[in-house]
């Protein structure tokens, strides 16, 4: 009876290794695909087996760096990416304070909002936007890709949930010693949500980062181009169907998120847990 009851867990542990294993098999198939067809000679591609990498090269890589402008679509995708994450801390950091922790009148009606807000997808409101940024002469600019998105919702509700998991003894302990609003903030507030931004800011980070709807929506020519839309702008005009330089160019486009996440996991995975633990 013993040895039969606990075959049961074993066989049930090595069934959802498997389905585990299936499913990381099937996420990570597109990606090994994408990086064997960068790293194989563009007459190579088609031939032998479609998993296997014989003889790798980077001819497509130079390809592209030598035809396609990659290193100023990076710097133009850093500098959105890093002001509009600056931006939200400075917007949403203080609002998400202001909702968990301090009572003022209105204060369940702006939740209200935030949730609300969270609901509408921003290419509902994609036209008046462009248009107040066309009245601003900001179009086809860096200011276009940064200036909508410096509020979100969604931060404000993610950090008002990861403020509101902290003890509310902490809070009365610095207003008994004549702490201020902003000092609990900067001073107590901040150094515990490290988890939390940083969880915020891979979240910021990856979504502005992909983003082609918005630049293709706002940009008219390449000089103010993420990487996103700047390579598959040039990829239409100028590499047609030549699946290797295609693939190396969606490689350099997912590298920095890649190595983004790898440098913050530990933090992202805390912030995540912290922020499904009870809240007070």
Known sequence: MRNASSRRPAAGQLALHGALALGAVFMLLPFWLMLRTSLTAPDDIFSGGMLALSHPTLENYL?????????????????????????????????????????????S????????AMMVPYQVTAIPVYVILSGLGLINGLGALILPFVGSAF????????????????????????????????????????????????????????DYFWPSFV????????????????????????????????????????????LAQRQFINGMAMNSGQVD
């Open 63 to 107: 390809r592209v760096f030598r035809d396609v402008p990659v290193l100023r679509y990076y710097l133009n995708g850093i500098v959105v990416v890093v002001t509009i994450f600056l931006g939200q801390l400075v917007v949403c950091v203080p609002a998400a304070y202001a909702l968990s922790r301090l009572h003022f009148a209105g204060r």
């Open 109 to 116: 009606a702006s939740l209200w909002l935030v949730l609300g």
């Open 219 to 262: 940009l008219r020519t390449d000089a103010a181009a993420t990487v996103p839309f700047g390579i598959v702008r040039f990829l239409d005009q100028e590499l047609g169907s030549e699946y290797g330089p295609q693939m190396a160019a969606a490689t350099l486009t997912v590298l920095p998120l890649l190595i983004g996440f790898l």
């Open 155 to 210: 931060s404000v509700f993610l950090l008002r949930q990861f403020f509101l998991t902290i003890p509310a003894s902490v809070f009365e302990s610095a207003r008994l010693d004549g702490a201020s609003p902003l000092r609990v903030l900067t001073s107590i507030v901040l150094p515990m949500a490290r988890p939390a931004i940083t969880t915020f800011g891979i979240f910021s980070f990856v979504s502005h980062w992909n």
